[in-house]
């Protein structure tokens, strides 16, 4: 199975912040990585695919980019609707594997 | 981007067989650029994929609930099913089916939980 070491496992940060969250994947999955953000009681909502492609609907603050086997999620500027969980997954190969999740709280 | 709503009985009994449908709206799960997932997460824990079907029937499940995790899809009523077989504790978790199309991305039904209890 392919292992995606999400990273840091928790951040604190203010409203207006730039933050980003790493995922790496144990080995290479292309660009077939995607995020998703979960608040609390709700489903996973996606944010990107294919490493930077952003869903339909989703702001522009938002962005991914990819480095070999290591990929980025960027919040430019964090909003208050923004405090969530975020998980990476890739998709290039079976078992399907999810990152263990960042918590983003306020500081 | 397609619709999914899950529904079940939120309640099985230990070592009965767990059984869910996804109906898909907005979109024909006959669609050749999608697969048909399914994802549970027990509470306050992480997401765990459980399988995927494509159109044609071909399924891909993961190792470690293979032996007991079948997924159908039936293109008559736009709906793909999970059934996991001799349920116990472990399996309570909130079910979600999502939708994996490599040209558009990924969508996800609101999900649904599953207590094995009895």
């Known amino acids: 199975d392919i292992q995606m070491t999400q990273s840091p496992p928790s951040l604190s940060a203010s409203v207006g912040d730039r933050v980003t969250i790493t995922c790496r994947a144990s080995q290479v999955i292309s660009n077939l990585l995607a995020w998703f953000q979960q608040k609390p009681g709700k489903a996973p909502k996606p944010l990107i695919y294919?490493?930077?492609s952003l869903q339909t609907g989703v702001p522009s603050r938002f962005s991914g980019s990819r480095s070999g086997t290591d990929f980025t999620l960027t919040i430019s500027s964090l909003q208050p609707e923004d405090f969530a969980t975020y998980y990476c997954?890739?998709?290039?190969?079976?078992?399907?594997?999810f990152g263990q999740g960042t918590k983003v709280e306020v500081k | 981007q397609v619709q999914l709503q899950e529904s079940g009985p939120g309640l099985v009994k230990p070592s009965q067989t767990l059984s869910l449908t996804c109906s898909v709206s907005?979109?024909?799960?006959?669609?050749?650029?999608?697969?048909w997932s399914w994802i549970r997460q027990p509470a306050g824990k992480g997401l765990e994929w459980i399988g995927r079907i494509y159109t044609s029937g071909n399924t891909k499940y993961n190792p470690s609930l293979m032996s007991r995790v079948t997924i159908l899809v039936d293109t008559s009523k736009n709906q793909f099913s999970l059934e996991v077989s001799s349920v116990t504790a472990a399996d309570t978790a909130v079910y979600y089916c999502m939708s994996e199309d490599l040209q558009r991305g990924m969508s996800w039904g609101q999900g649904t939980l599953v207590t094995v209890s009895s």
């Open positions: 997954q890739q998709y290039y190969s079976y078992p399907r594997t």
């Open positions: 907005g979109g024909s799960i006959s669609s050749d650029t999608n697969y």
């Open positions: 294919a490493a930077s």
